[in-house]
């Protein structure tokens, strides 16, 4: 199961790095928006990941697109990553995994480690990019030119 290219993204609430409610309707179906899941923070995959959303954070922002990573972690330990590595954007914590199943993140080495899987969404809340891969430093490229395509129709 788990949502797939062309799918609207159902409403969730969970909580966001500063502990406060998060209502996925105050962005998706507002703005163009990258979801990406990740395995755990303070992992070298994981920091390379956000780093590279970070460094191109702007380009997203001036798209009038907004990011979000969600992985399992704490907020505590959102907060501690997001200070450590200077992330301007919103992390959501996702402890038992709710999201990633509603998404449809699948697990990866043998159901060992959580899947790392990257969404673009429309103004209209529609996936319009899922990609999965394990290897941290594509998913950048494939949101951003997804984005761009999305913003220039």
Same mark, same amino acid.
């Given at each position: ?21 998060f209502q996925s309707n ?39 697109? *907004?990011?979000? /990573?969600?992985?399992?972690?704490s907020i505590k330990s ?7 590595? &200077? +992330?301007? @954007? ?17 697990? *990866?080495?043998? /159901? ?15 996936? &319009? +990019?899922? @990609? ?16 761009k395509e999305i913003v220039?129709?």
């Amino acid at each position: 199961m788990g949502l797939e290219v062309g799918d609207k993204v159902p409403e969730f609430i969970t909580k966001n790095d500063s502990g406060e409610d998060f209502q996925s309707n105050s962005v998706i179906g507002k703005i163009p928006v990258v979801i990406y899941f990740y395995p755990k923070n303070f992992t070298p995959g994981c920091v390379k990941e956000a780093c590279d959303f970070r460094d191109s954070y702007a380009d997203f922002k001036s798209a009038g697109a *907004e990011v979000i /990573g969600i992985s399992s972690d704490s907020i505590k330990s959102h907060e501690r990553f997001k200070r450590k590595y &200077q +992330l301007p @954007f919103i992390f959501l914590s996702d402890t038992k995994g709710k999201l990633r199943k509603l998404f449809g993140v699948k697990s *990866e080495l043998l /159901g060992l480690l959580p899947g790392r899987e990257t969404y673009v969404i429309d103004r209209q809340g529609v996936i &319009q +990019l899922k @990609f999965n891969s394990m290897n941290a430093s594509k998913h950048l490229d494939k949101a951003i030119t997804k984005i761009k395509e999305i913003v220039n129709e």
